[in-house]
Each structure stands twice: as C-alpha cells, then as structure tokens.
C-alpha cells in the first residue's frame, strides 16, 4: 500500500529502504508524534522541517531506537522490524548523528569511534592500536586536518566534534543515516565538507534523512522534503515541485499550498 | 646545556620538557611530591621514627583495608553514583564469614576447627555476600531508579544491623588461623619469597612498558624517546624493590621469634634474626589493583564505566545497557567490600559490631583526593590508593607526633576540602572537566 502511494517518487518496483507508518508517541497528554508516515529510498535524502517541537527529533529517535513508539509500524527493506533499543537500530545499520552528537567529553576521539562496538584482542581486551589505527585512517578522509585523536573531546573545537560524531555514523558501513541538525555548529568550510560528503555517501546508496533549520540548505542537498507541525506531517514534496515559500508557508501554517490547489 | 648562560630562565623549561618526554601525568606527580613532603616533615617532627621500616610497614597494612574498597569507589563515583553502605557492608560480610569459620563449617558441618578447607570456604561465602548485596543496591539504583545516596544511605543502617542482629551482637573470634594471615603482621612472605614477588614485579614492570612501546611502534605510532621509556622503567623497577627492601628490614621481634621457635620445639640459634617482608594482605591489593586498572582500562566494561560517567545519554544512545552497568559496578564495589572484610577482621583477629566504622568517610576521601571527580568519568585506581595511603600517613603521622585526637579528625577533615579545592584548580587551569 505505502509502496503504491509513493511510487511517483521510486524508482519502479523497488522497495523503500525504510518504511513508517503512522507512527505514534505521546509524553503524557502530548502528542509528540501523531501518526506520521513516511518513506525514504536508497540513494535519496529525505529533508525533514519544521518549528522546534514540531516532533522531528522525537520521529528519527523512534526510528534510531531511543524511544520507543506506542503504535505504528517500521519496515526495513519491506520487512516489518521492531526497533526498542539504539542497540536494534544498529542492527539494521541504522546510524545517527544526533544534535546534541552524544560524545562522551571525558573520551578520546578513537573511544567514542568504537563506543559500544569496541575491537577486542582473542582475549577478551581492548585492542586500542588498531582502534587507534581505524580511526586515524577514517579521520584522514573526513578531515585530514584533524590529528587529536589521544585528546578527550572535551578539548576538541565544535567543528573536530562534530567530524568525530559524523566518523561514528559512517565507519560502520551504515545503509540509512539519520543526521540532526549535522551543520549547526559548523563554520562555512566545514559545512560545505558536510555537503560534500552527504552527496559522497548518496552515490553510495546510503538513504539519508536531514533535519535541518536552514531552508535553503535543504533545498539544495535534499531529494526530497517533508515538513511536520504539532507532530503531524504536513506533506512530503520532491524539491523540484516547490518553492522555498511552499516550504515556508507549509512549516508555518501547517498547509500543504500544492494539496490545497 | 646552557645553565650558565640563563639559570633562571632554563631550568623550569629543562623541567617542563622533561615531563613532557616522560608523559607523566602531572597530576599523579603533584600527589606524590605531596605525599613525600608530609611523611619528610612528620619524620622531621618525629625525630626519624615516622620513616622506619616498622613504621612504613605498619603504615602500608593499616591503608589495605580502605584502600580495596577504595579501587572500587572510584568505579561507583565515575558512574555519578556514590555508595555511603561499605563499612556496614564490610560489617556485614565479616559477620558471615566469622559466623561460617567458628560456628557453621566447624560445628553445623562438623569440619571441626582449623579443619584446612575453612579459611577458603568462609572467603568464598563473604564474596558471595558482599557480590549479592552490592548487586542488589545497583539493581535499586539502576533499574527501579532510587538515587543511589538514598540506596547506599539506607544500606548504612540495614547491613551494619544485619551484622548486629546475625550476631546477637557478640565479638565472633578467635577466627581461623589460616584466614588470619590475610590480616597484615600474622601473614608476611618473609625476606626470600618477598625479593622473588619483587624481581617478578619489576620485570613485569618493565616488560609491560616495553611491550606497549613495541604495539606503538607497530602500528606506526609516535612513542617516547628511548632514554625516557627506559627511565621511567628503571624508576618502576627501583621503586618496587626499594619497597620489598623496606618491608624485609623490619626484623621479627626476637620474642616472637622465640615463640615461633619453641613452638616448633626448637631453640633459636645465637644471632638469629629474620624481616617480615610483604604481607600477604598487601599482596593481595596489589593484585586488585591489577585487576582493576586492566578493567578500568583495557576492558570493554571499563570503557562502559567512564563513558557512562561523562556521558550518560550518549552511553544510552551508543547502545549501552547503562542499568545493567550501574549493577555490575555496585557488585564489584560488594565483592571488594568482602574482601576488604577479610583483611580488616583478620588483622583484628575477631569480627566486632563496629568493625568498618565511618569506613565509608575514608573510602570516599581517598577516591577523592586520589583525583575522582564526584561529576563522574574520571578517576584512577591508582590516585584512589594513593589517596588511602595519603589519608592513612596524615592520621598516624598525627598519632605519632602526639596531636589530639578531635585536632586529628579537624585536620583530615580540613585536608579533604583542601584536596577537592586544589583538584578543581588544576582542572581550570588545565582545562580538563
């Protein structure tokens, strides 16, 4: 049914790589999510707007496993999936960058890499050189200035945060990437990396959803945008369809303008 | 190299990039050089008498006790908890293990005592407790939520009463005899085992330092220079056998010696003499603190622990089952409770209702000082028994020059505020958390 409503936007026959339907979370008597439904495609990124507390951040918690909706349904390459724990999302090569980056300051850039997925020697200890090693070497394609790997976060600049969280997100071979706000914290050069390296990784078939303030921004890197109000979806439009003032109107009148015509 | 022409200027820059090339934690060095300047000033006011090795050996087994748990409170801080119930819970596990060593094994089981099975048993019983009480204070904290100060505040009146109550209140002894030599001065090596435990140590020492500069070097890393890698080992290697050397010159009092002879039906030879060497009890916190520098460090458990303690959501998010964590560090904090019990009811050679008194004061104090930041993710095994040892100096250095006893409490009371003082200090100016 989902497959039928979307098919304007996939390629023919194939099935979306993530689908939500009417997905739902209330935090006692708020609606927070209220029966949002959405799809996202290989090699698509999906924008996702709206005001603060409009429910994105609460949506891609759902689908990255730190809350846990009270109805809906989540399917994964068509497969129906059960997503209760961040630990379930990693399993279906989920990964999210989210707003706050959730690094542990206190760690080094290597530990938080790994954190939760460490290598181990045959017996059982941590293998920190090669650890090391991966990360330097990852390190060095997202951002060949950086070199603190041995410094706790804590000591890094926004931006050398920011790259170590995005490092965690793509080294584990991710097939969908959900990245809140990825840009809000970064310098014009670093963003524009960001860009770069959100189209790189769409090349790759990886199925992206973006949250982000910046209208333009979305326009620019997104396949697609889907705007939410009040924790209900508005209406996904494919960016070629609309205008930055469709968007606008939509983010803040809650209106679809081409649903309305 | 060019003293002569800037004296002034060169010599705190010589030092500093001396440090810089030994990679010494600053922090650590601060605490030693703190360390050695009060035992320097209390052998001055002393007269030479706080710096003998009867003294120093003395001094190191009254610090085992608070220093075990010690190892484990930092575990617990840096997670954000804090556990208030370890000298009830020492209380505890000593009352069972009293109980198992004179009552249960040697009458109920008829073993009959000093049966040699007994010490290991009642050992094994008090781990068992301890690991279950501790497990159950981290399952209160961490899967039904209940702040750990309240979890661990109520464990110090319910464990210290169970004890009480398991015991009628009666002192339980004289304990096993075996199980006495984990208590400090009835349980030494002596000389020779002591030099063969301190030339395996030192090689270990150095073989460790070595082999992490050799996994360095093969995975292309940058390591120190030869000449400071090869300082800090023979400095290592110095201070483990200089410390066996201590402990062997402390010679058995020829009284004691002349018991131990005419036990065994013998007459002591003319001239006779023999050093304690390393207790047992000391040997047995070397080997916890061991253990838990490798989990706190090369273990995927401890990486968990400090991560969970800088940060917590992120741990969460990271797919860390952060309840199951806070159990598993309570449950360690319990087993070394236990083990803590032994040595301090094996020194006292009975178990008494206030065995592990005000413990809990000393056990956090000594995490503290050691460097533990109560806002959780940092702390280290050794700075908490160094903190002990800091701790255990400043109360029998003051015991010994004669200060009064509610001064005594002042001035550790005062050193503690100071020591959090100077930390937060350090941590600006460094611009660490």
Redesign the interface.
């Known amino acids: 049914m989902a497959a039928t409503m979307d098919a304007e936007h996939a390629s023919p026959g194939a099935t979306p790589l993530v689908e939500m339907d009417g997905i739902r979370l209330a935090f006692g008597g708020v609606h927070a999510v209220d029966g949002v439904s959405l799809t996202l495609h290989a090699g698509e990124v999906l924008g996702l707007l709206g005001h603060n507390g409009a429910g994105k951040s609460t949506l891609i918690k759902i689908l990255s496993g730190a809350y846990r909706m009270d109805s809906g349904t989540i399917r994964i390459n068509g497969e129906a999936v059960k997503i209760e724990s961040p630990r379930d999302s990693r399993r279906y090569n989920i990964e999210t960058i989210y707003q706050t980056l959730a690094l542990a300051d206190n760690l080094d850039a290597t530990a938080n890499l790994f954190l939760g997925r460490e290598l181990v020697t045959p017996l059982g200890l941590m293998n920190d050189a090669k650890m090391e090693a991966e990360t330097r070497k990852i390190m060095a394609r997202l951002n060949p200035n950086f070199k603190r790997l041995s410094e706790p976060v804590s000591a890094l600049s926004g931006g050398q945060r920011q790259s170590v969280a995005i490092a965690r997100a793509v080294y584990f071979n991710a097939k969908i990437l959900i990245m809140d706000e990825p840009t809000a914290a970064l310098g014009v050069h670093e963003t524009q990396m960001v860009a770069e390296l959100i189209e790189e990784l769409k090349k790759q078939g990886l199925g992206i959803i973006l949250i982000s303030h910046d209208t333009r921004e979305m326009m620019e890197l997104c396949d697609r945008v889907a705007v939410m109000k009040n924790g209900q979806l508005v209406g996904t439009e494919r960016v070629e369809d609309v205008t930055e003032d469709d968007i606008l109107s939509m983010i803040i009148l809650g209106k679809n303008p081409r649903a309305a015509v | 190299m060019t003293d002569t022409a800037a004296p002034a200027g060169a010599t705190p820059k010589a030092k500093k990039s001396l440090f810089k090339a030994l990679e010494i934690d600053t922090r650590l060095l601060g605490m030693i050089g703190a360390f050695v300047v009060l035992c320097l000033v209390f052998n001055v006011v002393t007269d030479g008498r706080f710096l003998t090795p009867r003294n120093i050996f003395n001094l190191t087994i009254q610090t085992v006790s608070v220093a075990i748990m010690a190892t484990g409170m930092v575990f617990v801080i840096v997670t954000r908890n804090i556990d208030l119930s370890v000298g009830s819970l020492l209380a505890a596990c000593s009352a069972v293990m009293a109980m198992t060593q004179t009552w249960l094994l040697p009458d109920v089981l008829g073993l009959g005592l000093g049966h040699p099975i007994i010490w290991l048993v009642a050992i094994v019983v008090g781990l068992v407790v301890g690991t279950a009480i501790g497990a159950f204070q981290g399952f209160l904290v961490g899967y039904l939520s209940i702040p750990a100060f309240i979890v661990t505040l109520g464990g110090l009146l319910v464990w210290r009463n169970v004890a009480w109550y398991l015991t009628a209140g009666q002192t339980i002894g004289p304990l096993d005899a075996t199980f006495m030599k984990f208590g400090g001065i009835n349980g030494t090596l002596g000389t020779d085992a002591s030099w063969a435990v301190a030339a395996v140590a030192a090689v270990a020492a150095v073989a460790v330092i070595f082999m992490a500069r050799r996994?360095?070097l093969?995975?292309?890393?940058p390591v120190k220079p030869l000449w400071a890698e090869g300082l800090l080992a023979l400095v290592a290697a110095g201070a483990i056998v200089g410390f066996i050397a201590i402990l062997n010159a402390y010679d058995v009092p020829i009284g004691r010696l002349r018991r131990i002879f005419e036990a065994r039906g013998q007459e002591i030879p003319e001239g006779f003499s023999m050093g304690y060497g390393l207790p047992v009890s000391v040997l047995v916190l070397i080997a916890i603190a061991v253990a838990m520098t490798?989990i706190a460090r090369?273990?995927?458990l401890g990486?968990?622990i400090?991560?969970?303690?800088?940060?917590p959501?992120?741990?969460?998010?990271?797919?860390?089952n952060t309840r199951l964590l806070t159990v598993k560090v309570f449950a360690i904090m319990g087993a070394l409770c236990a083990l803590s019990a032994v040595v301090a009811s094996a020194r006292l050679a009975n178990h008494s209702n206030d065995i592990g008194t005000l413990d809990e004061l000393r056990v956090i104090a000594a995490a503290v000082i050691g460097g533990t930041a109560l806002s959780g993710?940092?702390g280290t095994i050794y700075g908490a028994i160094l903190g002990a040892l800091i701790m255990q100096s400043l109360q029998s250095g003051m015991a010994m020059v004669g200060v009064d006893a509610p001064l005594q409490n002042i001035v550790v009371g005062s050193v503690l505020v100071l020591a959090v003082l100077i930390d937060i200090q350090y941590r600006k100016r460094t611009?660490?958390?």
């Open positions: 996994s360095k093969a995975h292309g890393f490798v090369r273990t995927r990486r968990y400090f991560a969970t303690g800088g940060n959501d992120a741990a969460e998010l990271s797919g860390i993710g940092i611009g660490g958390k």
